[in-house]
Every structure is written in structure tokens, then in C-alpha cells.
């Protein structure tokens, strides 16, 4: 690479893998000049776990426990996804009200995210206080979502064919009014977030994303929509109720961290709406049709919205009781070349070293989801890019 | 200024953290329906062997005593998924709501 310097040297400082400033491993490789970042490289394949060949070795209803625990925080999403997947498979039909169920709970889980999330991004500005106060308001929200699923954390709600618990009537009634003390709070964290010196101060103007590098680097989620592009998996391709359960894709057009901070809040709200939707309208009757173990052969692809962004699982089946592909492509991955165009200065927009934390943090990375193989052959400086076809040769399957 | 008003405010509020665990053990709200600790009852069980085939981290282990096949539970590996409860055709498995589980001893932490 080369740049032009007023100081001649640039220096390479590595952020991670274990760094105070960080939650999860990830090395981030900076070039600077002075204080300003003029380059940026991540490594993200800390936390390789193998989970897809894992789920080649388990039968449908263990991977559904196994799928959960690809992201301790979006698992509601995940068992989602592939509980669609599988369904997609068998051509059935799932009742109603567990359609009504599954979109409760991830908005449940959506509303966790996203409180989650913000009261990281306190912390990563080191507005500590706004943490605190978040996070135990977040609290009613694991207690609504363990009274519904029986955990807090791990729903283990979702199964193939349905849900696997039925809503009661009183914790319908409980949702309902922790909404109410949670829509207060949020709108007062906006008011917050709008108006406090030092959330403005550290998120204005910090990790821009333009419009069209979002498109070009196919940014996924509330890194999206904070550079203003109106996408949504929910609204452009609904799944479950989606379709019935009214909902605002929010954006915002300044591209920044505050932009995403907003998103994130104004969606809470959005959330908070249609879990009051969800249990309003909900029709009653069966919650699961019971499915045979083994699916017929074919393949499935299936997205979710979850509270990062876009998730797609894909799964291949060959009319045993296990999976002979699975693949999941998580929201952080999609985000990650979007991530080292906010982190590299061009012409005005200057990154701070002491803005690569709040930076990073602001398209809510989750790295243990995220690590996956890809094959490049480093002399020839080619990525290896397989396409769906070529793959199948490759693997004998063709 | 929202922020100092509100913590303002809070000096004078109930403070929201427990102090489990040396204190407010009985302020833990344990709903209904919670997935906790398994138990199980020799009884009911016909040594099908479903649990020990669904259960995704091979926490049910099948094996043979005076009265034929059956299964023990290793607390140890469990994910309190409760797929066992739900495979179950004779309802032999159940999942308490106990959630206090964590010992020194692996060999304590196997439900038989």
C-alpha cells in the first residue's frame, strides 16, 4: 500500500485478539499515521468452532439445540431459521397461532438485542451510568422471555413443525404491562442518546458508512438502514406473520454511529408494538404439527431478520435423519468489509485511534457466529470463489 | 442533563440488584414451567432409549440394571433443553425447577 505522509512512517498497531477494548477475539490490524487509521484488517477466525460439520453428525431435532447455540443472543433467530428450513423441506403447513408464538419471542429476543447492545455501546464510551440503567431495565425482558420458554438466555422454543410451549393467558397479561414500563424507558433513552454531550460528542460523525459503499459492500441489518437503504427481511421478503404483524422499517440518513444507535432504539420501539400486536390478534388452536424425523430429500434456504442484520441458513438433505450440508452465513460476516471501510480515513472523514472501539462496536459484531473457512491461495493472491455447481463437483454430489 | 436528574432520583429509589447469593435467595423469581434440574422415576421408565437418542449433548446415557435397560443423566453435560421430557412416552422424566445444581463433584451431578 502506499499513502501520502506528512510523517513518512506508518506504524502497524494490532487491536486484539484479547484487548480490554474488546468483547470477543478479533484482531483488527491498523495502519497509522500519527493518530489518524489509513488502513484497516481483521482477522476474525478466532473462535472456529466447527459447528457446520457438527450438524452433519446429529439428527434434525439435536441440531435444532445445536443451531441455538450459534449466537447465545440471536438464538431465537437461528432456531428460527432453521426450524423454517426444515419445515421448507416437508411442504407443510404450521398452525397459526405458533406463527404468532415464534414472532412474540423474536421480537422478545430483538427488544434483548437491541437494550443489550446499547448498553455495550455505553460502555464502549465509557458512559457507564446509561449502562447500568439499560441493562436493568433489559432485565424484564429475560423474565418475560423465561416465564414464556422456561430459560432465560436459551429459549428453546422453536422445534420443527411449531412451537413447543403454549402462551398463558396471565404471562400474556404480564407482557403486556412490562411493554408499557419498557416503551416509557426506551423513549427516554432516545431522548438520551439525542440530546446527552457525551453520546453525542463520541457517535456523531464517527464510523461513517456512505449510502453507496453500504450497497456496494453489502452492509446487512442496523448498519444498513443507519445509511439510509430501506431493507428489511421482515417487509421485503416476510416470513412467519410477518406479513399481518404491522411494522416501520426505520432509517436514517447521517451514516454514523448515532444513526445506528437511533436505529437500534427506534426499533425497540417498533418491536415493543408488535409484541402488543402479536398478543392481541392471537388466534387460538394447535401450537406444532408433528413431523416425521427424517425429511424427504431436497434443499432449503431460508432468512431471518435477526436483531443484527440478515441471517441465512442453508441446509441439503438426503432423506436420512441427518442434514449431509448445513450452512449458516451470520449477520457479523456480512458486516465485517463494511466494518474496514468505516475504519479507514479518505479525504475529510479522519478515524481516531480512540474511535476504533465505538466503531467497531456499532455494528454489533458477534465473532464466536461468524468464524468461517474460506479457501484462498495466498501466492497467487486469488480468492477462491466457488459457485453452487462447482461445489457440488467438488464435493462428489454433482 | 436528562441523565443527572434520573440519577438524581435513583439515590433515593430501592436499590435493583440482589445480593444472591448471600441474600435475597427467596426475591429469585422462578416462574412456572421453568427448565431445571431433571428428575426421574425408575418406575414409569420402559428402557425405550428415546431420550438418550434425541438428547443433543449425550447427557442421557443408556444402561442395564436388575430391571433391564434405562437411562442416567449427567447434569454435568445437560443444556436443560427438556427434549427428553418431550420424547418421553411414559412421562418418566420430568424437569424440576431447581436451578441451584452447581457442585464440586461430577459424579453428585448424575440423576439416576
Known sequence: ?398 | MAMLLEVFRHLFKKRATLMYPFGDREKIPVPEGLRGKISFNRDLCIGCGLCARFCPSGAAELIEDEKGKRPIFHIDRCLFCAQCEEVCPRKAITLTKTFEIAGFDRNNLVVK
Open chain 1, 1 to 398: 500500500m502506499s499513502f501520502s505522509s506528512s510523517y513518512e512512517r506508518f506504524f502497524d498497531i494490532p487491536i486484539g485478539p484479547q484487548h480490554p477494548a474488546l468483547k470477543e477475539p478479533i484482531l483488527l490490524k491498523l495502519i497509522v499515521e500519527g493518530e489518524h487509521v489509513v488502513a484497516a484488517d481483521v482477522d476474525v477466525s478466532y473462535t472456529h468452532r466447527g459447528v457446520e460439520r457438527a450438524m452433519q453428525e446429529r439428527n434434525y431435532i439435536q441440531n435444532i439445540y445445536l443451531a441455538e447455540r450459534i449466537c447465545g443472543i440471536c438464538n431465537v433467530a437461528h432456531t428460527l431459521c432453521y426450524c423454517q428450513n426444515v419445515e421448507g423441506l416437508y411442504d407443510v403447513e404450521i398452525p397459526s397461532r405458533a406463527l404468532y408464538i415464534r414472532v412474540l419471542v423474536e421480537e422478545l429476543a430483538r427488544i434483548h438485542s437491541h437494550l443489550l447492545w446499547l448498553g455495550v455501546a455505553a460502555h464502549e464510551i465509557g458512559f457507564d451510568t446509561l449502562f447500568m440503567y439499560i441493562w436493568r431495565d433489559r432485565e424484564r425482558v429475560m423474565d418475560l422471555i423465561e416465564e414464556i420458554t422456561g430459560n432465560r438466555v436459551t429459549s428453546a422454543i422453536n422445534t420443527i413443525g411449531g412451537v413447543r410451549r403454549d402462551i398463558r393467558p396471565e404471562t400474556c397479561e404480564r407482557c403486556l404491562k412490562a411493554m408499557d414500563y419498557l416503551e416509557e424507558r426506551t423513549k427516554y433513552y432516545k431522548k438520551v442518546c439525542e440530546t446527552d454531550p457525551t453520546v453525542i460528542a463520541r457517535c456523531t460523525g464517527v464510523g461513517i458508512l456512505k449510502l453507496k459503499d453500504a450497497i456496494r459492500l453489502c452492509a446487512v441489518g442496523p448498519t444498513l438502514r443507519a445509511s439510509n437503504i430501506k431493507y428489511d427481511v421482515r417487509a421485503d421478503d416476510p416470513y412467519a406473520v410477518h406479513d399481518e404483524v404491522p411494522f416501520n422499517v426505520i432509517v436514517y440518513d447521517t451514516n454514523d454511529t448515532l444513526a445506528r444507535v437511533l436505529v437500534r432504539i427506534d426499533e425497540t420501539l417498533e418491536s415493543i408494538n408488535m409484541v402488543r400486536y402479536c398478543i392481541e390478534h392471537m388466534p387460538s388452536g394447535p401450537v406444532r404439527v408433528r413431523l416425521k424425523l427424517s425429511p424427504p430429500v431436497g434443499e432449503h434456504l431460508s432468512r431471518v431478520e435477526a436483531p443484527r442484520g440478515e441471517l441465512i441458513h442453508y441446509v441439503k438433505s438426503n432423506g436420512t435423519e441427518k442434514p449431509e450440508r448445513y450452512k449458516v452465513r451470520t449477520p457479523t460476516f456480512g458486516n465485517i468489509p463494511a466494518l474496514c471501510e468505516m475504519l479507514t480515513s479518505k479525504g475529510d472523514y479522519v478515524v481516531n485511534i480512540a474511535d476504533v472501539p465505538i466503531a467497531f462496536a456499532s455494528i454489533d459484531p458477534c465473532l464466536s457466529c461468524t468464524a468461517r473457512v474460506v479457501m484462498l491461495e495466498r501466492e497467487k493472491g486469488k480468492l477462491w470463489v466457488g459457485s453452487l455447481d462447482g461445489l457440488r463437483r467438488w464435493r462428489g454430489w454433482g
